[in-house]
């Protein structure tokens, strides 16, 4: 409507975000060009400099600015115990409950054949390589505990987890590193998005995990 | 949380966008630092751009990428008539409704002893010079047409000018220039935000204004 290519530009490039419509867009960029001057450059170089320095932690694929993330690198954790969360904001939810002290993996994502989401699109064999590389170090992992989304995507991941571990486990023929896979209770409620549990709740979810 | 200072940055400038609390903020810079890498690039660049190209129109006040927008510019409009809005999304709001040839003058804003918002911080003086300029020029504005919001702020702003133009049109001893001022019809709900009207009764708003 106003012909500001500029404008439209950043209108366009709003509505990529999620619950962002176009009206919404407009509204947020009109108001980014009425805020105090410096606004859209300080926001411009926060987005550059969150693109330049955060990457994914290259043991659990959660975000960081360093070689590792806080919690790869923290001594003080539980080594033989991974906990595996679809997205980075699910490992901020379960560390805000303080019900955790092992190591995380972060899938970004979970399957959807619906969607094309397979198990190349997310770090599953990055997983796997991880737990071996543990075995082959004489620290092998004993648990892993699914920590996944309660919804369709969440399940069929869980199901192909639980199938490509069982594999993992029969390559040893004395079954003496078996790893025990559980999944957190469903305190968590059914359809809903892990990032938005209470403390209690999530606590009483890792609690009383099942074992599969 | 995670302690990574260049996220945490980005989450704080995101939450000072109209609408976005701490826990959205949070989202859509998870969902940025997710997307194909370029994307924070191209938003980056968007508002980088927008800041350098867009600025305000120096007759009108409404956003603009040339030395004067594009109603202004526009030959065909008629040149007597000013309709005054509080912000630059007004004008395209009454645009799209069709029923407005004049110009616009955008005050950026609307009088709130409340917030401290004095006449001085909206676009009035600059107004009055306009309608100076015009009366020197032999081509006097004839009417003002005052498309604010209805709301107190709103309705504060319309007895300020009001009551300025009188004391304008005074300083003219034989009132052969006396500008009738209007305000649109109260088709547009009451307490409610011009942005969001729709075209039809936009157009009766601005066929019934009220002579004051």
């Not at 980014?32 to 170089?45: G, P, Q, T």
């Not at 094309?116 to 390589?129: A, H, M, Q």
């Amino acid at each position: 409507m106003l012909h500001i290519p500029a404008l439209e530009k950043l209108v366009h490039e709003l509505t990529k975000l999620p619950g962002i419509g176009p009206k919404t867009a407009q509204r947020l960029a009109y108001y980014i060009l009425k805020s105090r001057a410096d606004y859209s450059e300080v926001l411009s170089e926060a987005l550059k400099r969150v693109s330049a320095e955060v990457h994914d932690c290259p043991e659990c694929f959660n975000f960081t600015d360093s070689d590792l993330c806080k919690f790869c690198s923290d001594v003080h954790r539980q080594d033989d115990i991974i906990c595996i969360v679809e997205e980075p904001s699910d490992v901020m939810r379960i560390e805000a409950s303080g019900g955790f002290r092992g190591r995380y993996h972060v899938l970004h994502g979970a399957l959807s054949p619906l969607d094309g989401i397979t198990p190349d699109d997310l770090r599953i064999k990055e997983l796997f390589l991880r737990l071996e590389k543990a075995k082959t170090q004489g620290t092998p992992i004993k648990e892993i505990i699914l920590a996944l989304d309660a919804d369709l995507e969440g399940d069929t991941t869980v199901l192909y987890l639980a199938k490509a571990l069982q594999n993992f486990n029969l390559q040893d023929h004395d079954l003496t590193h078996k790893i025990k896979l559980s999944r957190i209770a469903h305190g968590v409620p059914i359809g809903g998005d892990i990032d938005f549990v209470d403390d209690r709740t999530m606590n009483r979810a890792l609690e009383n995990r099942v074992i599969l």
